[in-house]
């Protein structure tokens, strides 16, 4: 079974200070991928990205960047000199090689605070 | 390029009503989802196709929930008869095979 842990429920921080989301997950496939997705309080759900299992490289887009670690089971993300357009719910997801459901956290809620 | 259509955007209805909620995939895309979020459960996957066809329906409650899927450009989901319970985001996503999804901006439900 899959399972991907966001602990951290509601983040505020004041604008532009940095602030760590945390992913933790769960599987026994050898190939999955994991996905960062944003959704703003109007609602919709934007997709920010996808890592395989394979390529550990941490990723940098602008001021996002992302710390995977097969180690520890964690893909973590990380926003930079964070800015009130920012505030969002952020879902880390998982899925297995071939067709698997994605397995969606619960989501950590982040207040930026102008 | 168009992303995910879904519609209506916002639905409110009486119980015992029917409610179809419609989904435009990306082109080129030949894999759907509908997805359903609420507070208490977060986002379910309800049921996926694949190539028209349904591969898993699993999450789909009960058999008040039904989905269609007549081709690669157009997928309902139904409801009859809806129950306040209903009331929920219900989402479409679409991908490339088992590639990333990307949704649809939603269509919120309410029942009365």
């Known amino acids: 079974a899959q ?3 966001q602990a951290q429920t509601e983040i505020s921080v004041v604008e532009k200070e940095d602030v760590t ?6 599987t026994r496939d050898t ?9 703003p309080p109007s609602g919709e759900l934007v997709f920010l990205i996808r890592r395989n299992s394979f390529d550990e490289q941490n990723e940098i887009s602008g001021r996002y960047s992302w710390n995977f670690q097969k180690s520890t089971s964690s893909f973590n993300f990380t926003i930079t000199a964070s800015q009130v357009v920012d505030s969002a719910v952020y879902f880390c997801a998982l899925s297995g090689g071939g067709y698997q459901k994605v397995t969606f956290g619960t989501g950590t809620k982040l207040q930026v605070i102008p | 390029d168009a992303g995910v259509i879904q519609s209506p955007r916002h ?3 009486e119980m015992g009503q029917e409610v179809t909620l419609r989904c435009k995939p990306i082109s080129g895309h030949n894999s759907l ?3 359903r979020q609420t507070m ?6 309800l049921i996926y196709f694949n190539n028209n066809v349904p591969i898993d329906d699993s999450g789909m409650p009960e058999d ?4 269609k899927m007549p081709n690669a450009s157009f997928s309902t989901l139904k409801i009859q008869p809806s129950e306040p319970r209903d009331s929920a985001v219900y989402f479409c996503a679409s991908s490339f095979e088992t590639d990333t999804q990307y949704f649809g901006p939603g ?3 309410t029942v009365l």
């Open chain 1, 3 to 5: 399972k991907v842990t």
């Open chain 1, 21 to 26: 989301l945390d992913c933790v997950y769960e």
């Open chain 1, 31 to 39: 190939t999955y991928y994991l996905f960062w997705y944003k959704q």
């Open chain 2, 11 to 13: 639905e409110v209805t």
């Open chain 2, 33 to 35: 989802f509908w997805y």
């Open chain 2, 40 to 45: 208490m459960r977060g986002l379910e996957l």
């Open chain 2, 64 to 67: 008040r929930f039904s989905a």
């Open chain 2, 107 to 109: 269509t919120r439900l």
